[in-house]
């Protein structure tokens, strides 16, 4: 056998994660049209198999009698308004599968239960299986309890059968093969942060077992939890993210939270209130905290669409059950906020020792769509919005040019009113003043009095100020393109990859007042409403600062490691010569040199020719 | 002068020792494959040939005996010969036992020379007739290219042995045909998983329901079993829904059906095969199998070839992946009066039918066409013939046997190229115990022992990928060696300065001491 043929050395890495569905390389597809071929059957094989041919017509046309289900999934969804503004959804996936993962038949036919789960509890023995991806850090004094605690990063914790013997290697395997499902880095667990904890993690199926030797307990704060990990999360459901309340798990806006966890608990519970026969439940669970001030331009409200930019269209068809609950318990008479489409349903519970009240709306009906077909909950917060505020960030891709785009939103129902935009610009950010585009609904506003000054590098920043009509109700853009300059080494801050600050611009405005200003005396007034003087009774002044960008500048490699070893080196290498120096250099008497005029003179005796002295 | 050797122990990396000469050696490999035939004579023919089996003419003789009631019984004669002679003498894995019988025989039926059965038995009829007298060499001069025929058909050819090292050795261009057909099996592997997925685009409109459990019983288990000396194979099915397929079939007005063109197919499978899912707890392939059952409005749905031809089966498949049937249940709808979602019971024998089909090509028990004259007898209840295994069994050990070897060559080639991987004691165990089992394996190869051959192989298969994919390989492979100068450089350069300086004040020093030397004998 001739050996003609290397290997690569690389080994490829197994598990490339999973990109969307839809992105496939077109030279993969080319590769394939050419492999596919149509089974040309020959008729001997149909015969061949084992089992003789039912006489008659093939039964395909069964009566539909839908054989007794084994399986059963339920999902649901709560949403929870926190008492800091920010919004609370919490959704559950429960499947319930009557199959005995702990008897000697091996389970290999799936329906509703995931497959690659299934052969992991098999393979593994597991018992009991709990895992959670959480970025962020739940806040309980601000946010209550959650449903589901889960630290932040990843948390492992599983319960093998009393079969297993090894349970270290079985456990190593198991994160391995974890890792690899859920596209996590869970194969860092090792036995430096592995635990047995003996009392504090019981199992939470059913089995009393108290052995703790079968539990291992492992946490990687570190593991950032991203949409690489969803995917493989939304993969487990049914109905994938296809249909039912799973629609609204798009990674865009789920990861664009404080918080989020899901996590994956597999256990064995009991199959009927008497507990004869076991099933295995998988629940997916996924947490997440909205927070709509900062991210819903300023407003409380918030709507489903809102949330996940998707509206409900349908219940997954494979649910029994399909339930969206709004906790309303702190809006028992709606002053505080209303909720549209209005529900009738209302259901209490006890939740964490504590009495609540919530809307229902059940999927399964058709009547919860309404006519529009979609559902998409509505919560409005009665509260005044400011009348002038603003926004600023700035935009564009790469590190060497940007765009900064500031808003300034005019809430005022009917009145038009002026403002002032001061900003000031440092120069290593090179406006392009020739791009400045300043445009409210959709409409250039051109602004009645511009005053720029350009930059000097290193000496002065850009300054732009600009007097803006606002019209009433819209948004103002102005936005201006700039241009990164290269900073000299030493001009780089000690954290260059920070970014650099550039400060808030300031918009300075008169605002149409709703009563009537008192311009005369700022004797009897009280000191914080005096501040700025009042010289017209219809509007006052005010002053709002955007927030402070922060920049990437393009920054050199600080290659500090090899400095240090460059420094070392030479200190050693110093230090080394001076000793070699001292071993090596012998020391001796030297003759008195002579003196200064006996050497000139022996320089003109040999110019004379005449013997030295 | 202690600092060197402390410096040279504390950098270097352990390397065990390795057998690099026995792997040299099993790089130029020569393996003469050898089948242990045996050719019964009957006295009838051939009173001269000393050696023949008593017992086996007398069989023969009985059957033939009992054959005088009409012509229906002719045709199962040849079947029962082969029964009875597979009772009598259960020759072992690997071997070819072929039946000469005479001439004017008529346990064969009319214009059949050579009768193939379920075992390892051939019964081959003597060609032209040979005047009695000749001797024995001329005797075997005359049916040596028959029996060579005959071996090819049932234990391996030279086609085959270079298909299954087509992956490994660079053969001269053949036909594309062969090429395709030679790809289209599994690589030879320790396991195989094979995954039977029921898609369902849209469980709104129906509601599937198969039996899988049964039908896997009993429809593959049996050739699996029968496989079972090859590689384990394991199971399972899941049901995946809202499975699209990647391409929007092309209503076809004519047929009132909507159709797949062949040159679509590749796209078809792409969205779902993300959602297949490999097999999280092993590494071995997958051969996926996917029943597709078109939602209501999508069907009926049928498959073109590229002659624009309906396939049959509706069924297609891609080499080495699995294979797709579609599975049309539109007249189950009704005109629209049944309330969706629909309950479908899939008829498995349908489906297993092709399953099965697929099964064989994709494991590489495709038979190639026997040559004329030739009368195979048809696969029964197993699906698989003694000597179908024995001929996969001849190419899985010789591809075991290859992929071992290229491992393993190409796992000391490395190793010698980059000096800075570490070779730990585990890894040249199993280099070593990837060498012993190769030796053996080639050895039992030649002897003819194919049972053991094939499990040498497959241990030293196993062996080679343990060592090859050892993580601790990868450790200190990205360090190269113009880092290390980078890190030794700003230590050795200003020392090196006044150690030069003072070799060259010795040097001179001696220099002058001469000239002074020199001087004083002037």
């Known amino acids: 056998i001739a050996n003609s043929y290397n290997r690569p050395t690389l080994i490829q890495l197994q598990n490339t994660r999973e990109e969307e569905e839809e992105q496939q390389t077109t030279a993969q597809q080319e590769e394939q049209t050419k492999r596919w071929e149509a089974t040309e059957l020959e008729e001997e094989h149909v ?85 959670s991806f959480t970025q962020g850090y739940w806040r309980t004094m601000q946010w209550g309890q959650p449903y589901l605690p889960s630290p932040p990063g990843a948390e492992l914790w599983v319960w093998f059968q009393d079969t297993v013997t090894d349970v270290d290697g079985t456990w190593k395997e198991l994160t391995n093969v974890l890792s690899g499902i859920f596209c996590a880095s869970l194969n ?90 076991t099933s295995m439940e998988l629940r997916q669970t996924l947490n997440v905290v909205f927070d709509l001030h900062t991210s819903g331009q300023g407003k409380r409200e918030w709507s489903l669409f809102k949330m996940f930019s998707r509206t409900l269209t349908e219940a997954c068809p494979l649910a029994s059950s399909s339930k969206v609950y709004v906790d309303v318990t702190d809006n028992p008479q709606g002053e505080q906020f209303e909720l549209s489409p209005a529900t009738p349903l209302l259901t209490q519970a006890v939740v964490l020792g504590d009495r609540r009240t919530y809307s229902v709306y059940d999927l399964t009906q058709q009547a919860s769509f309404g006519s ?63 791009t400045l585009t300043v445009s409210s609904k959709g409409k250039d506003n051109r602004p009645s009095y511009i005053h720029y000054q350009p930059s000097k590098d290193r000496e002065r920043p850009h300054l732009l100020e600009m007097l803006l009509q606002l019209p009433p109700n819209s948004v103002t853009e102005v936005t201006v393109e700039f241009e990164r300059a290269l900073l000299k080494w030493t001009e780089y801050t000690p954290d260059p990859n920070h970014g650099f600050y550039v400060g808030s611009s300031v918009i300075s405005a008169l605002v149409p007042s709703v009563v009537a200003m008192d311009t005369n005396s700022t004797l009897d007034r009280p000191l914080f409403s005096s501040f700025f003087p009042c010289k017209e009774e219809a509007s006052y002044f005010m002053r709002v600062y955007t927030e402070p960008l922060l920049v990437n500048l393009p920054t050199p490699d600080f290659s500090m490691p090899y400095n240090v070893i460059c420094l070392t080196c030479t200190v050693v290498a110093v230090g080394y010569g001076s000793l070699y120096n001292l071993l090596t250099r012998t020391f001796q008497v030297d003759e008195p040199s002579p003196g200064l005029a006996k050497r000139i003179a022996n320089v003109i005796r040999r110019f004379r020719g005449v013997p030295l002295l | 002068m202690v600092g060197v050797p402390l410096w040279w122990r504390t950098t270097e990396t352990y390397r065990a020792w390795l057998p690099v000469n026995q792997i040299n050696e099993l790089a130029e490999l020569q393996v003469c494959l050898c089948y242990r035939s045996m050719a019964h004579w009957t006295r009838y023919v051939h009173p001269v040939l000393g050696y023949q089996a008593g017992c086996h003419l007398r069989i023969l003789n009985e059957i033939l005996a009992r054959d005088h009631s009409g012509d229906d019984t002719l045709s199962v004669l040849h079947v029962e010969a082969d029964l009875s002679l597979h009772t009598l003498s259960a020759s072992p894995c690997g071997s070819v036992v072929v039946y000469v019988i005479p001439e004017t025989s008529v346990l064969l039926p009319q214009g059949v020379d050579v009768y193939i059965g ?27 290219p028959r029996i060579t025929q005959v071996v090819q058909v049932m234990s391996f050819s030279h086609t085959d042995i270079t298909a299954a090292l087509s992956d490994r050795v660079r053969l001269s261009p053949g036909s594309k045909e062969s090429l395709a057909d030679s790809m289209r099996s599994f690589k030879s592997s320790p396991g195989y998983e094979i995954t039977f997925s029921l898609l369902n685009p849209d469980p709104k409109s129906h509601r599937l329901d198969w039996d899988i459990e049964g039908a896997v019983h009993s429809y593959i288990q049996p050739l699996l079993t029968k496989l079972a000396p090859l590689a384990n194979f394991s199971i399972d099915s899941q049901i995946l829904y809202y499975a699209m397929l990647g391409v929007n079939p092309r209503f076809d007005s004519s047929l009132e059906a909507y159709t797949l063109n062949a040159d679509s197919l590749a796209h078809v499978i792409n969205p779902v095969e993300a959602r297949l899912g490999s097999n999280a707890a092993s590494s071995n392939p997958v051969l996926n199998f996917l029943l597709y059952v078109p939602d209501a409005h999508h069907s009926p749905l049928y498959i073109h070839d590229h002659q624009k031809q309906p396939v049959a089966s509706n069924a297609f498949h891609s080499p080495r992946w699995g294979g797709i049937m579609v599975y049309n249940v539109n007249d189950l709808y009704g005109r629209g009066e049944t309330p969706l ?59 075991n046997v290859a992929t071992a070897t290229t491992t393993i060559t190409s796992l000391a080639q490395l190793l010698d190229q980059i000096g800075n991987i570490v070779i730990n004691d585990n890894i040249a165990s199993q280099v070593s115990s990837t060498v012993t089992s190769l030796q053996l394996a080639v050895a039992e190869l030649e002897a003819g022992n194919l049972g053991f051959a094939l499990q040498y192989s497959k241990e030293a298969i196993l062996a080679s990928e343990r060592a090859f994919f050892d993580p601790s390989l990868l450790h200190l492979l990205y360090f190269p060696d113009d880092q290390k100068f980078a890190i030794y450089i700003p230590l050795f350069l200003p020392m090196c300065v006044p150690i030069l300086l003072s070799l060259i004040k010795i040097a001179s020093e001696a220099r002058q001491r001469r000239k002074l030397k020199q001087s004083k004998k002037d």
């Open chain 2, 341 to 399: 979602p629909v309950n479908i019971n899939i008829n498995m024998e349908k489906v297993m039918g092709v399953f099965l089909a697929q099964l064989r090509l994709m494991l590489g028990v495709q038979s190639s066409p026997a040559p004329p004259g030739f009368l195979v007898e048809p696969c029964g209840g197993a699906g698989l013939a003694d000597w179908e295994l024995d001929r996969l069994m001849w190419s899985r050990t010789v591809e």
């Open chain 1, 372 to 434: 529009s077909r979609s559902l998409n909950m509505l919560l409005r917060w009665k509260m005044l919005r400011p009348l002038l505020h603003s926004e600023r960030y700035v935009a564009g891709y790469g590190l060497q040019a940007g765009e900064i785009h500031t808003l300034i939103y005019n809430h005022h129902p009917y009145r038009a009113f002026p403002v002032l935009l001061l900003s000031a610009v440092p120069w290593y950010l090179r406006l392009y003043i020739h």
């Open chain 1, 47 to 131: 015969h061949d198999a084992a089992v003789p041919p039912l006489a008659g017509d093939p039964p395909a046309a069964d009566p539909p009698s839908p054989p007794p289900s084994k399986d059963d999934f339920q999902e649901e969804l709560v949403i929870r308004p926190l008492h800091s503004g920010d919004i609370y959804a919490s959704f559950q996936f429960r499947t319930v599968w009557d199959a005995d993962f702990m008897g000697d038949q091996k389970v290999s036919h799936y329906r509703l239960f995931p497959k690659s789960l299934g052969q992991v509890i098999t393979k593994f023995s597991v018992r009991e299986l709990h895992i």
């Open chain 1, 188 to 277: 860092f667990i090792d036995s430096t942060n592995t635990v047995q904890p003996s009392a504090s993690f019981k199992p939470l199926g059913i089995g009393n077992v108290t052995d703790h030797s079968f539990l291992r307990y492992a946490t990687l704060p570190r593991e950032i939890v991203c949409t690489e990990n969803l995917t493989p999360w939304k993969k487990l459901l049914p109905c994938g993210s296809k249909a039912g309340l799973s629609v609204l798990l798009k990674s865009e806006k789920l990861f664009h939270s404080t918080f989020h966890s899901q996590a994956v608990h597999v256990r064995p519970v009991c199959q009927d209130p008497q507990c004869r026969t």
């Open chain 2, 118 to 144: 379920h075992r390892r038995t051939a019964v081959l009829r003597m060609g032209a007739p040979m005047s009695v007298g000749k001797n024995h060499k001329q005797l075997l001069a005359h049916l040596e």
